[in-house]
């Protein structure tokens, strides 16, 4: 049940951009994923634009999942089986609803938790003629371009740099999902180990014990 509501977030918070008339916003989501079962969301893209798909399994034994992606016309474009992680990116993009499934039905016991973010690029049809409505002629020392040039540059890096920064928080929950879960392994064998030895020493002082009892019966 609260895998089903989470699978049904995800995809309110992906169709919320691919059903607008505004181009689609990037996004993030992290959900759990039970063993032995596989969950497909869609998200749209405007045709001729760029798709960028990054997943990272961040909790669970072994740490991987099974992704593929599928385009709006039924194309298998990626295939991967038992991955931790995975960039993708799809330029130029196909108008319609794109279909990522993430499966991890080759575990019988461990669920996963896996994030993954979708980065988007759409084509700027209306830049030239916003440059010509703006830009007087002749008049100005700066170009528009010039100006248009460096916002988008610094745009770019704006969303490289949150991008790189979300991906490095997935990396951090991975590293720290598996070294609790290596601590706990840890303590589990040591208090076997510690049972063990203390079983050994009530065994060893038994025998030296049984050693030195005199069994011989005494006649009078």
């Known amino acids: 049940m609260m895998a089903a509501a989470w699978r049904w977030l995800g995809l309110l918070l992906l169709w919320g951009g691919s059903r607008a008339a505004a181009p689609p916003q990037d996004a993030e989501f992290t959900f759990l994923l039970p063993a032995g079962r596989r969950e497909c969301f869609y998200q749209g893209a405007p045709a001729n634009g760029s798709m960028e798909a990054e997943f990272q399994v961040i909790g669970g034994a072994g740490l991987d999942v099974d992704f593929s ?4 016309s039924g194309v298998l474009l990626i295939n991967e089986y038992r991955k931790s992680d995975g960039v993708h990116t799809i ?3 196909e108008a319609g609803d794109y279909k ?3 499966d991890n039905s080759f575990s019988t016991i461990s669920e996963k938790l896996v994030f993954f973010e ?36 610094m745009k770019t890096r704006l969303e490289r740099s949150i991008q ?25 064998w040591s208090a076997v180990n510690l049972g063990v ?13 049984s050693l030195f009892e005199d069994k011989r019966q005494v006649r009078t």
């Open 91 to 93: 330029e130029p993009t």
């Open 118 to 153: 979708l980065i988007f690029d759409s084509p700027q049809e209306d830049e030239d003629n916003w440059a010509e409505v703006v830009e007087p002629e002749e008049m100005l020392d700066m170009k528009i371009e010039d100006i248009k040039e460096s916002i988008e540059t």
């Open 197 to 209: 030895l203390v079983v050994v020493a009530f065994l060893q002082v038994y025998l030296l014990k």
């Open 100 to 102: 990522l499934c993430f």
């Open 69 to 72: 992606l599928e385009s709006p």
């Open 164 to 188: 790189m920064q979300t991906l490095l928080r997935a990396f951090e929950a991975r590293d720290r999902n598996l070294q609790e879960s290596n601590l706990g392994r840890v303590n589990f």
